[in-house]
């Protein structure tokens, strides 16, 4: 019988260690990635307005050069507060589900009453109307494109809906269910209460080594500071979003790494000086 309970003791810490590995990994990716307000500090952090700014005037210049206009006709059509309201527009339609549209219609009032400007021939400008209307159609789209305003931000939003909605339902399962392996190890130990906390000591440390081993593969594996992706202002702020949560992945092992061994040694401590209680 006590062989058996030692089995049962073993296969509900490993279940412990699966559910506090779950439930960990809930946690830390709810509190960034899946979290509006986390991924908008990041990009602040991280420059990215300011960057997809530059992008997007480095792209008009482009367009301008195959033109044959002047280059400063680029000049003032957009402000970086313009490009961070419309970036924080497309978080929102993904996040909060809002389906908002990108306005480009001071991109193409401004970029219109200079090119006018730009041309002394009232005549001229008649002619060429059907050119202009094409080349500010042209970089209005290649702004939307630039900050990916796209049409599956809805489609985004409902998986997103969807995926909070099933982790909250994990979640509330996980916790359950730690607790009440918890109450059953303490049960099958209620004669040595001592061991059942140093068996749960035993699924807090073998959860930290997870976590830690998984930060160490990860970082060992992937080059975080080579990752690229479209351009190199996405792609620092994706490399700085991912190395920020390897990071609470590595803190989250060691605090329960602390943790486990904390229990493991207080629950041994306590379970020797009673044997050694009983002996005297």
Do not use: W
Request: proline residues 0%.
């Amino acid at each position: 019988m006590k062989v058996l309970g030692t089995i049962i003791r073993y296969v509900l810490v490993m279940i412990l260690t699966v559910a506090l590995i779950s439930i960990a990994f809930i946690n830390i990716i709810t509190s960034t990635i899946l979290n509006k307000e986390y991924v908008l500090s990041k990009l602040d952090e991280t420059d990215y307005y300011k960057g997809i700014y530059q992008e997007i005037q480095s792209n008009f210049e482009n367009y301008v050069g195959q033109s044959g206009l002047d280059e400063d006709i680029m000049n003032d059509i957009l402000t970086e507060e313009k490009v961070k309201t419309d970036v924080d527009l497309i978080i929102s339609n993904i996040y909060d589900g809002t389906n908002k549209t990108i306005d480009t219609t001071e991109i193409r009032t401004n970029l219109n009453r200079k090119i006018e400007n730009s041309i002394d021939n009232p005549r001229l400008l008649v002619i060429q109307r059907d050119a202009i209307d094409t080349f500010i159609d042209t970089i209005c789209n290649e702004y939307t494109k630039t900050i990916i305003h796209t049409k599956y931000e809805q489609n985004i939003n409902n998986i997103y809906v969807k995926v909070v909605k099933y982790i909250k339902i994990a979640k509330q399962a996980l916790l359950i269910t730690i607790i009440i392996v918890a109450i059953l190890i303490c049960l099958i130990c209620y004669k040595n209460i001592f061991k059942g906390i140093a068996s749960l000591g035993v699924g807090a440390t073998s959860t930290g080594v997870f976590y830690i081993i998984t930060n160490i593969f990860i970082n060992t594996q992937i080059k975080i500071n080579t990752i690229t992706i479209l351009n190199s202002t996405i792609s620092n702020s994706l490399r700085n979003i991912i190395d920020d949560f390897m990071g609470k992945v590595e803190k989250c092992g060691f605090v329960l790494l602390a943790v486990g061994i904390v229990l493991i040694i207080l629950g041994n401590l306590f379970n020797n000086r009673k044997r050694e209680a009983k002996g005297n």
